[in-house]
């Protein structure tokens, strides 16, 4: 689908929980399908294609306390969503170590760039719109 972006010269594609958080999402749970780590090789050969192939990333963040009343004022199920302070706490420094160690991996490889943006003390609306801010900076149509 990228490439065929790329071909259109689509100047810009957002991917929201992009290769980022599957990437994450299989090193804290793809070990506990396989005893044996069966998915380093790939791991590896998808971090080179997606480092190859992002210009940067944007994490958006909130501290663990924000996180955690985000996580039970939601709607729908979450894996934490009951569990304590501690269990969900543990549980979003699992994530985080899994985020830094993926867009480390990225970073080395490719330098792609990573933009941090604190979303705890605004409206979602104007994390957006600085998120919005910020791609029309660094998008420049030909």
Known sequence: MLARQRAQQVPLVVLDEGPVFALAWLRLFGHQRRRRDALTPWRQQALAEWASTLDFVVLVNAPDAVLMERIR???KPHRVKHRTDEEIGAFL???????????????AQHGVQVVTLD????????????LLELLEGQVHVA
Do not use: K, Q
């Not at 420094?93 to 970073?107: E, K, M, Q, S």
């Open 73 to 75: 004022a939601r709607d």
């Open 119 to 130: 979303s705890d003390a605004e409206a979602i609306d104007r994390t957006a719109e600085r």
């Open 93 to 107: 420094a699992a994530y985080r170590g899994a985020f830094d160690a993926v867009i480390a991996a990225l970073t």
